[in-house]
């Protein structure tokens, strides 16, 4: 018998089994594939993002912050790679300006650290592929990115040492 069945064994499935085996429940993740992320969660682009797209005030804003925040320590924890690699958003001209300009406001407001609106030599300093059309850009430091397979398996594997079972 199992006090808990988590259906889908994707990156958000193995996550909350791994957090589920620190607890004495009897949890069990079902997965229809013969393996572990092997749907959306394999084909993902990995991206751990800073923060600055989300509306301010909702909870994926406050949850893109905090999760980005955790995600390196989770990483280290599992053995596993996690690049911070920061991020760009570019513009061409004064319409992407001021969308760039919206963008770092709303990363403001969720708490995005040390994101800036870079130009210029700075710009091409940090990305020297970039085209010379390039007028403006968001960068914000705190994205990295990794591999979801990576992470789900290796969730999975930690649960299933913790007293987690899972079927696939």
């Known amino acids: ?85 920061g991020s760009l958003v570019v513009g061409f001209d004064e319409t992407d300006r001021k969308t760039i300009e919206k963008l770092y406001e709303k990363g403001v407001k969720n708490g995005v650290p040390d994101q800036k609106i870079i130009s210029g030599e700075e710009l091409f300093r940090l990305e020297p592929n970039l085209s010379r059309e390039v007028v403006c850009a968001l960068y914000a430091p705190s994205a990295g990115v990794i591999a979801p397979w990576e992470l789900a398996l290796a969730q999975a594997e930690c649960a299933v040492q913790g007293g987690g079972k899972s079927r696939t």
Not at 14 to 34: F, P, T
Not at 41 to 58: L, M, R
């Open 1 to 85: 018998m199992n006090d808990l069945i988590i259906i889908g064994g994707g990156v958000c499935g193995c996550s909350l089994l791994y957090e589920l085996s620190r607890y004495k429940i009897s949890a069990l993740l079902l997965e229809k594939e013969n393996d572990v992320a092997c749907g959306t969660s394999k084909a993902n682009s990995g991206i751990v993002h800073a923060g600055y797209d989300p509306e301010p005030g909702t909870v994926m804003a406050r949850l893109n912050v905090e999760g980005n925040i955790l995600i390196e320590k989770l990483c280290t924890d599992l053995d596993i790679t996690y690049k911070k690699t």
